[in-house]
């Protein structure tokens, strides 16, 4: 809550403005660190994630998730990390404008389903196997942009 509440302050201060404390629940599930509501204003955190990286989530989480709630109420409605966020985390808050944790997921990684792409391999949750397997949807590498193909089983 300290870190939430600094980091509203800097931002108040600094866009002169008194935004008012979000609500942070501690309920996000699966692999993403937290994730902000912006209608109901409110930061949803993963307490797993939260556990084993208690130092990263006050340094970059709270703060990433806090400049989603404040650029909606700022903008309104515009890219999820576009040049509005990215200023708001960079010249607002002072934080590195990260799209993407890197924390280690086994703990919170249930099924998961090899994936390749010319320069490495993902994990697919079932979801999104099962969406790719159903002909919904294709995903691709945010690295080299190539779509990802199930890894074949191993040789026995």
């Not at 556990?51 to 989530?57: G, T, V």
């Not at 389903?113 to 397997?133: A, E, M, S």
């Amino acid at each position: 809550m300290r870190s939430l509440r600094e980091n509203l302050q800097r931002a108040n201060l600094h866009l002169a403005r008194n935004y008012p404390e979000p609500k942070i629940v501690y309920q996000q599930r699966g692999t993403a660190a937290g994730t902000a509501w912006l209608e109901s204003n409110e930061i949803r955190l993963n307490p797993v994630l939260l556990m084993e990286n208690q130092q990263a989530f006050l340094d970059e989480v709270v703060p990433h998730e806090l400049a989603h709630l404040l650029v909606w109420k700022h903008f309104g409605r515009v890219a999820p990390h576009g040049k509005e966020w990215k200023w708001m985390m960079e010249t607002v808050l002072g934080v590195p404008a990260r799209r993407t944790h890197q924390f280690e997921l086994h703990s919170v990684r249930r099924n998961t389903f090899p994936y390749r792409c010319g320069c490495q391999q993902h994990q697919l949750t079932v979801r999104r196997h099962n969406r790719v397997l159903r002909g919904e949807t294709e995903y691709r590498c945010v690295r080299c942009g190539e779509k990802l193909r199930p890894e074949p089983p191993p040789l026995s």
